[in-house]
């Protein structure tokens, strides 16, 4: 069974940045995406930042140019740099990945972490 460990969260003030970081346990032969999406209080979760099996990523328009998206191969992690942060970044942030364990595939969330970001 993979499961996601997420760490790397906490309080910032605004301009400040932020690394969180997603580590897959368990049996995985492939991944063929590896996110982060973001939910607010009373909101609904969305996509921050995707790194496909290519490399290629996409953003959401809100974080363009202040966060970045980077996936360790060897280690099978991802990472979220996020600078320039504002207080409308303040949500817990989820971890996704999908792939394959050779026999099965799977999408998996992690358990979130929270960020804050003062107004």
């Known amino acids: 069974q993979v499961q996601l460990v997420e760490s790397g969260g906490g309080f910032a003030q605004p301009g400040g940045s932020l690394r969180p970081s997603c580590a897959p346990s368990?049996?995985?032969?492939?991944?063929?995406?590896m996110g982060w999406y973001r939910q607010a209080p009373g909101k609904q979760r969305d996509l921050v930042a995707e790194?496909?099996?290519?490399?290629?990523?996409k953003y959401a328009d809100s974080v363009k140019g202040r966060f970045t998206i980077s996936r360790d191969n060897v280690k099978k992690m991802v990472y979220l740099q996020m600078n320039s942060l504002k207080p409308e970044d303040t949500a817990n942030y989820y971890c996704n990945v999908e792939g394959s364990t050779g026999w099965e595939s799977f999408g998996v969330w992690g358990q979130g972490t929270q960020v804050t970001v003062p107004s």
């Open positions: 790194v496909i099996s290519d490399g290629s990523t």
């Open positions: 368990g049996s995985i032969v492939s991944i063929k995406a």
